[in-house]
């Protein structure tokens, strides 16, 4: 895979943490990005010299943008994962407008936006995937405004996968309950007797961004069967 790197988001920590370290055990440079520089750093020293941190908030107008910058130094995308996520708990009376918009310019805005800057990067095959949620299809109190960034997703990623055919692939990963990432809501949900590891979920993910060649529009529940229950 020379010349060809992956991009990771949400890298300083958990799920993409783990994105990040798998693509580098498949001897892939990374482009670690996050909003928090300290624990990105961490993520960039885990992953040693093949690792580019970029610290970019993807919420933003210019966030997308200085990903593609280090995208061009870095050579053609095989793999975009994008886990940076925002995550909200609250009743239909507690959500307020500047909360909803948050989570609509990171959670939806972030993924389309930063697909968007780096169309021209992917190189023929590559492989998106971004990581949703089971609040999209399972409903719980105090989720609806998070559920609905979560939801949409799913629109994105069919979407995405019919225009951007046969050049880029573009699937979802919805995580059950993940130690570390889950919501409170959700703690009581524990699959197979244990939380799902952030390694857990990315060994879906890496297989579905380089791995699954014929797999392109999928939402893929990782979730230890609890959907199955």
Excluded at 5 to 11: I, L, P
Excluded at 118 to 144: E, I, K, Q, T, Y
């Amino acid at each position: 895979m020379a010349g060809e790197v992956a991009v990771v988001t949400g890298a300083d920590r958990g799920i993409g943490r783990a994105c990040a370290l798998a693509f580098a055990a498949r001897e892939m440079p990374v482009i670690c990005v996050g909003r928090w520089r300290e624990p990105l750093v961490e993520t960039a020293e885990m992953v040693g010299e093949r690792a580019t941190a970029v610290v970019a908030h993807l919420g933003s107008e210019r966030g997308p943008d200085k990903v593609r910058l280090a995208a061009a130094l870095g050579g053609q995308v095989r793999a975009l994962v994008h886990a940076a996520a925002v995550q909200s708990v609250g009743s239909l009376e507690e959500i307020d407008r500047m909360e909803f918009d948050e989570l609509l310019d990171i959670n939806l805005g972030g993924p389309l936006f930063l697909t968007q800057a780096l169309l021209s990067h992917f190189a023929d095959g590559a492989g998106v995937v971004f990581v949703g949620s089971l609040a999209a299809v399972r409903g719980r109190p105090g989720c609806a405004a998070y559920a609905a960034s979560k939801a949409a997703l799913h629109g994105l990623t069919v979407n995405l996968a019919a225009e951007l055919a046969p050049r880029v692939r573009v699937n979802c990963v919805d995580p059950g309950v993940v130690e570390g990432e889950e919501l409170d809501l959700e703690r009581e949900a524990r699959p197979g007797g244990r939380l799902a590891q952030p390694e857990d979920v990315a060994a879906s993910i890496v297989h579905l961004a380089l791995d699954a060649s014929h797999c392109t529009g999928v939402i893929m529940p990782v979730d230890g069967g609890y959907t199955a229950r």
